[in-house]
């Protein structure tokens, strides 16, 4: 899944209370989409990742379950109000049972 | 001799454009790839539950022309007002023409206090992208546009 880790971006590590964060993540990930076939003619079996979570402490901010059609190398962006620090924890999971995680720390001003 | 060249090269250069016409719309001539138009129906109805949704309220930003068809930016909006009543609880992307039509779930929560996101997809031909969203509410949102894309992005 990923000799590298994963790319976070976040608008503003400092934000005031009430400001709008803005999120980009992106992993390395084939994406396999379970429809392709080897030079043999074998489907080369599904491998994607199938769940994506931010979370800001223990709470859930959002959750993406992405499908086929995702793009390889899956990039999201999403965003949220900042109302109290904490540590922004993003987590990915795919079909095979591999893990990326990735953290980032948000201190409210 | 660079002039004939310049004029041979020209005269192939006008003459593309013709031959590329009836050819706009290349058939998928892969079987694997071919568009599951059931289960996209399935995805909305499982979505909609039976409500009926109003065009106002979710933007989709989607390219007309697509350069990347393996990649093509997908960012979605709910506009409406997101309050501790009333938050978007999930929206789900949709590509009416792919295999396997319900691109992707995106859920938020009230803890996160707004629904936006953006991912990239890929579209295995020139085909309407779908969003839907619900509030917690139970209100629905829909939004489409369609897209051009000159290949496909499936890579196969």
């Known amino acids: 899944m990923n000799q590298k880790p994963p790319r976070v971006w976040i608008s503003n590590a400092t934000p005031k209370k009430g400001e709008v964060l803005r999120v980009r993540a992106q992993i390395e990930h084939v994406m396999e989409s379970g429809l392709r076939q080897d030079e043999a003619g074998k489907i080369r079996p599904r491998n994607i990742v199938t769940r994506f979570e931010a979370h800001l402490g223990t709470a859930l901010l959002f959750a993406w379950e992405p499908g086929i059609s995702i793009s390889q190398n899956p990039y999201i962006e999403f965003t949220f109000l900042a109302r109290e620090s904490g540590e922004l924890r993003l987590h990915w999971k795919d079909d095979a049972g591999q893990t990326a995680s990735a953290s980032k720390a948000i201190a409210v001003v | 001799m660079q002039r004939r060249t310049l004029m041979a090269a020209s005269a192939a250069a006008l003459a593309l454009p013709a031959l590329a016409q009836p050819q706009a719309k290349a058939p998928l001539t892969n079987a ?115 897209v051009t894309v000159a290949a496909s992005g499936c890579g196969m």
Not at chain 2, 65 to 71: E, I, K, S, Y
């Open chain 2, 32 to 146: 694997a790839l071919a568009p599951n138009p059931a289960e996209f129906r399935k995805a909305m109805a499982d979505f909609a539950q039976g409500r009926k949704p109003q065009a106002e309220g979710l933007h989709l930003d989607v390219p007309t022309l697509a350069d990347n068809p393996a990649a093509v930016p997908v960012k979605v909006k709910v506009t409406l007002p997101i309050t501790e009543q009333d938050w978007c609880e999930e929206i789900i992307v949709l590509a009416d023409l792919n295999p396997a039509p319900l691109a992707c779930r995106l859920q938020f929560t009230a803890a996160a206090g707004t629904a936006e996101a953006a991912v990239r997809v890929r579209l295995s031909q020139s085909q309407t992208v779908h969003a839907l969203a619900r509030m917690k509410s139970g209100k629905l949102l829909a939004a489409s546009h369609a």
